[in-house]
C-alpha cells in the first residue's frame, strides 16, 4: 500500500533506538524527510547515518532534550515546516508514590505530558493552515492498564490522553489527526534492562525471566519493532485521516478487557 507521504516532513523524537527508531525507520521507508532527535550525539548520529543508506531520505540529527524549551526549540528548528510530529520520551523510575518528591512529578510531567503539549502547540496551526498533520504519542499500555510501580508514568501519561481526547476532535476537520500509541512488551533494549533487573533481583537467569515474561502474553512472545513502527507509519498515511483520538494498543493481547 501506498500510504501517500512522499516527500513529507517528519520530527521523530527520542528516535535513536527503540520505538522511536523504529518508528523513523518505517517513515523514512515511506519517502519522508524525517528530524531525529534524541540526548546522546554518538548512537543517533549512527542510527541517522543507517536510514540515510537503507532508504535515500534526507535524515536531520539532533542532539538535544526534548523535555527542555531548549530543546525543543533546536528540534523545531531543524525541521522546518512539519508534516508528522511523534511525541515519545523515555518513562521515569518505578517506585513507591510515598517517596516522590514535587520535583519527581514535575520531572514526569516535563517528559511524558507537557513537552508533547507544546511540540503540538508550536506545530499544529501550520498543519492546519497546510490541511494536512499527522501526530502520533507514544505513551504506554499502562494507559490502559496501570502498573503500580509506575505511578509516575500513569499519572503523566493519562493526563496526556486526556488532552489528546479534547484536542483532536478540533484539529481532524482540517486533516490533522492525532492518535496515541500504547506499547505493551517489544523487544527492546529498554525492556531487556528491565528483566535484567528483574533477573538480577530474583537470582533467576535472565533468559528464564525472559522466556516467562514472554511466555505470560497472549501472543507467546515480544512485539517486534518493526511492527509498531509500520504501526505508527499507517496512523500518518492519507488513508488515515478518519481516525483520530484513538488510542491503539499494541500488547500481544496482554490487555484482558474488551474495551
Excluded at 532527535?37 to 549512527?46: D, I, W
Excluded at 490541511?131 to 500513569?154: C, E, H, M, Q, Y
Excluded at 533477573?199 to 511492527?227: I, T, Y
Amino acid at each position: 500500500m501506498d500510504l501517500g507521504l512522499t516527500g513529507k516532513k517528519a520530527l521523530i523524537c527520542a528516535a535513536s533506538k527503540g520505538l522511536g527508531r523504529a518508528c523513523a525507520v518505517s517513515l523514512a521507508k515511506e519517502g519522508v524527510d524525517i528530524t531525529i532527535v534524541a540526548r546522546t550525539p554518538e548512537p543517533l548520529e549512527q542510527t541517522a547515518e543507517e536510514i540515510r543508506k537503507a532508504t535515500g531520505v534526507k535524515v536531520n540529527a539532533v542532539a538535544a532534550d526534548i523535555t527542555t524549551e531548549v530543546g525543543r526549540a533546536q528540534a523545531l528548528a531543524a525541521s522546518g515546516n512539519l508534516d508528522i510530529l511523534i511525541n515519545n520520551a523515555g518513562g521515569p523510575p518505578p517506585g513507591d508514590f510515598r517517596d516522590w518528591s514535587r520535583d519527581d512529578w514535575i520531572k514526569a510531567l516535563d517528559a511524558n505530558m507537557l513537552s508533547a503539549i507544546f511540540l503540538i502547540k508550536e506545530t499544529v496551526d501550520g498543519m492546519i493552515e497546510r490541511k494536512f498533520g499527522r501526530i502520533v504519542n507514544i505513551t504506554s499500555g499502562a494507559v490502559k492498564a496501570p502498573i503500580d510501580i509506575l505511578g509516575l508514568s500513569n499519572g503523566a501519561r493519562s493526563g496526556l490522553t486526556g488532552f489528546i481526547a479534547g484536542i483532536s476532535r478540533k484539529t481532524v476537520k482540517n486533516n490533522v489527526t492525532i492518535n496515541n500509541l500504547l506499547p505493551g512488551p517489544f523487544d527492546t533494549d529498554r525492556l531487556n534492562a528491565t528483566l535484567q533487573a528483574a533477573s538480577k533481583a530474583s537470582g533467576k537467569p535472565f533468559e528464564e525471566v525472559r522466556d516467562l515474561r514472554m511466555n505470560s502474553n497472549p501472543a507467546g512472545r515480544f512485539g517486534k519493532p518493526e511492527e509498531f513502527g509500520d504501526a505508527c507509519a499507517y496512523l500518518c498515511s492519507v488513508q488515515a485521516g478518519y481516525i483520530t483520538g484513538q488510542n491503539l494498543l499494541l500488547d500481544g493481547g496482554a490487555y484482558p478487557g474488551t474495551f
